[in-house]
């Protein structure tokens, strides 16, 4: 029972890289989030998908893009890494009137 | 800007102690009142949530109190114990948006021995 599993744990990027954030459920969860945390922000939406085929921007969309593969898996990509891009990005997924379900983070460090 | 806003930033409590976190939110179409407390390294999980049908619940040690009118809502965790020291979130969501939470900005709780 893994729950949300997010791949890499840690990266670090050079200024311009692009990377894919990983994230997979395997609890039938309809919705899937990307969440980013930076200390004294709390966990600001970047992008969710309320179900498989739909994605919107949540508060902070700029510098990234998402895909919906299936309902099991939600990727977040960065086209070209900025510093103000070093965050911990938490992906999670929920069913409608159930509390979300978040992965471990992955630790993003921009040089 | 901020829908959800939390205090204190952080807290320090004796063991045995009441820690008390407080969220104040704008929307009065947010209808749903989670808690959630993350461990260092680890993802956010929940703790206990409440909807506005009611003042109160109670779950073991940790108690949500809701004030519809003030729009505040807060969290009481009784007998602190080490192991609760840790950050702990409150979060709001309207229904009929998806189940999107907005969270507040965290408290870094201590619970010392």
């Known amino acids: 029972n893994a729950g949300v599993t997010q791949t890499p744990k840690f990266q670090v990027l050079k200024t311009g890289q692009s990377m894919t954030l990983q994230c997979a459920q395997d609890?039938?969860?309809?919705?899937m989030y990307w969440y980013r945390q930076d200390p004294g922000m709390g966990l600001r939406l970047i992008y969710y998908?309320?179900?498989?085929?739909?994605?919107d921007k949540g508060e902070v969309p700029n510098g990234y893009n998402v895909s919906r593969l299936n309902k099991r898996e939600f990727s977040l990509r960065l086209e070209s890494a900025a510093p103000s891009q070093t965050s911990v990005y938490f992906c999670?997924?929920?069913?409608?009137?159930?509390?979300?379900?978040f992965g471990s983070g992955t630790r993003l460090t921009v040089v | 800007q901020q829908q959800v806003k939390q205090s204190p930033q952080s807290l320090i409590v004796q063991k045995g102690g009441i820690s008390i976190i407080n969220c104040a939110y704008e929307?009065?179409?947010?209808?749903?009142f989670p808690w959630y407390q993350q461990f260092p390294g680890k993802g956010p999980a929940l703790l206990i949530a409440?909807?506005?049908?009611?003042s109160e619940k109670k779950e073991g040690r940790f108690t949500i109190s809701f004030n519809k009118s003030a729009k505040q809502f807060s969290l009481h965790i009784m007998d602190s114990q080490p192991g609760d020291s840790a950050t702990y979130f409150c979060?709001?969501?309207?229904?009929?948006?998806?189940?999107?939470?907005?969270f507040g900005g965290g408290t870094r709780l201590m619970v010392k021995p």
């Open positions: 929307n009065t179409a947010f209808d749903y």
């Open positions: 609890m039938n969860h309809n919705s």
């Open positions: 999670a997924s929920s069913n409608l009137n159930y509390g979300y379900t």
């Open positions: 998908s309320a179900s498989e085929g739909t994605t």
């Open positions: 979060a709001a969501s309207r229904n009929n948006a998806g189940n999107m939470l907005t």
């Open positions: 409440i909807r506005p049908d009611v």
